[in-house]
């Protein structure tokens, strides 16, 4: 096993504070998300044009060679924990894992939910890894006001959105935490051991009135962060590699989840042998459609995209209610061009128009004033469109039985 640092971190025991107004559960930030801050905020790192340029190299002699992803190039993805030990590692023939997840809150995802699917997928496939999928379905029992019938439908409903991303059936496994709690449990109960109700308290925000699930519940969405969690899923290991060798986790997820994997950090080398700090990829958020000052959520339908909207909806909202950087008149805009940064119909095309040439063109138009928030408005809903379309239909071709294998605990191809 690589070295690790002799000592933890320690949390702070500290009151809950939220000066850059991002928490795991909601984001909210007058003028837009500080990216800047949640770096000092969080103790990342920003992933740099060096290690940018390692992670294209490591793909090319030891992954599958595929190109340098968009939303890395374009630092969408801009921010990590360890990603360069993991990079380290993969070169001398120690491969990895990763991990990420879905709260079904409800029965449709949104375009926000599908930034984080896309590129782990991406991921998986330059890498050739294998992939965990948390479904928290007892978080959403417990934070929000829904019934277990109603989770257990979302649930099922977001699996066959999940798995129209096209991941890998052989190297892919998504689990419900109702379901697999056995499996995760040991592993739970040794984080929740060396966890302080403090701790909880500054990190999470929970209350004194808040239900005592609240306060339990970070050490499941922290469990699957080592392999040990999975002992049927990744056994091939140990037939492969001998039963010493132990994969990292990495786990690309949104920069407002980091506080989870704080703590799991944390908490990984007092849980004893074979327990790695997880590396961590953060993303920037996708705002919603009425501002950046905050990312698109599902409470919020006339705010968001989703996956399950017509094109004539997708086009009513970003028409009418997307805001726009543009000025006030079109001869003011032609004279002073608009703002892409609090543009949202350029925000969502930075995200999902993959041709970096003409995001460029649109980008340069639009700041000179040659190009109006109509047009810009108008390529947003074709790319939008064509996201969506694509995900529906790759999306009605799932099963049940499909579903099924996804779920089901085994041997993963590694």
Do not use: W
Not at 388 to 410: D, G, L, N, S, Y
Request: a negative charge; charged letters at 25%.
């Amino acid at each position: 096993m690589p070295n690790e640092p002799a000592t933890a971190i320690q949390l702070e025991e500290t009151e809950h504070e939220n000066p850059s107004g991002v928490t795991h559960e909601s984001v909210y930030c007058e003028g837009g998300v500080d990216y800047d801050k949640l770096l000092t905020q969080f103790g990342c790192h920003r992933l740099d044009s060096d290690l940018l340029g390692r992670i294209e190299s490591v793909i090319k002699t030891k992954g599958t060679g595929k190109p340098l992803h968009p939303l890395l190039k374009r630092g969408i993805f801009y921010s990590h924990k360890d990603l360069d030990l993991l990079l380290n590692e993969f070169e001398q023939d120690r491969p990895f894992y990763l991990y990420t997840g879905r709260g079904p809150s409800s029965s449709s995802m949104h375009i926000g939910h599908l930034l984080p699917f896309m590129f782990t997928r991406y991921l998986q496939e330059a890498f050739d890894v294998p992939l965990v999928i948390q479904l928290t379905d007892d978080e959403k029992f417990l934070y929000k006001d829904l019934t277990l019938e109603e989770i257990k439908h979302n649930l099922y409903e977001n699996c066959k959105d999940i798995i129209a991303c096209g991941f890998d059936p052989k190297k892919t496994f998504i689990f419900s935490n109702f379901d697999y709690m056995g499996s995760l449990y040991l592993n739970v109960v040794k984080i929740q051991r060396l966890v302080t109700n403090n701790q909880v308290k500054a990190i999470f925000g929970v209350k004194p009135s808040d239900c005592i699930g609240k306060t339990a519940f970070p050490a499941i969405q922290a469990a699957p962060s080592f392999a040990s969690s999975f002992p049927v899923v990744l056994s091939q290991d140990a037939q492969q590699r001998g039963p010493s060798f132990v994969r990292r986790c990495l786990v690309p997820c949104g920069i407002d989840q980091d506080p989870f994997f704080r703590m799991t950090r944390d908490v990984a080398l007092r849980m004893g042998e074979g327990h790695l700090k997880p590396s961590l990829i953060h993303s920037r958020f996708i705002p919603g459609l009425q501002g950046i000052e905050t990312k698109m959520s599902s409470s919020d339908p006339l705010n968001a995209i989703f996956l399950t909207d017509e094109p004539q909806t997708i086009r009513k909202k970003i028409m009418s209610r997307a805001f726009s950087g543009g000025k006030d008149s079109k001869e003011e805009h032609r004279r002073l061009g608009g703002n892409t940064k609090v543009d949202i119909p350029f925000q969502f095309l930075s995200f999902f128009l993959e041709d970096e040439e003409e995001l460029t063109a649109l980008e340069e138009g639009y700041s000179s004033g040659s190009i109006l928030s109509g047009e810009m408005k108008k390529r947003c809903v074709e790319v939008l469109c064509q996201v969506v379309k694509k995900h529906q239909t790759a999306r009605a071709a799932i099963t049940e039985e499909t579903v099924k294998h996804f779920m089901t605990p085994r041997p993963l191809g590694l």
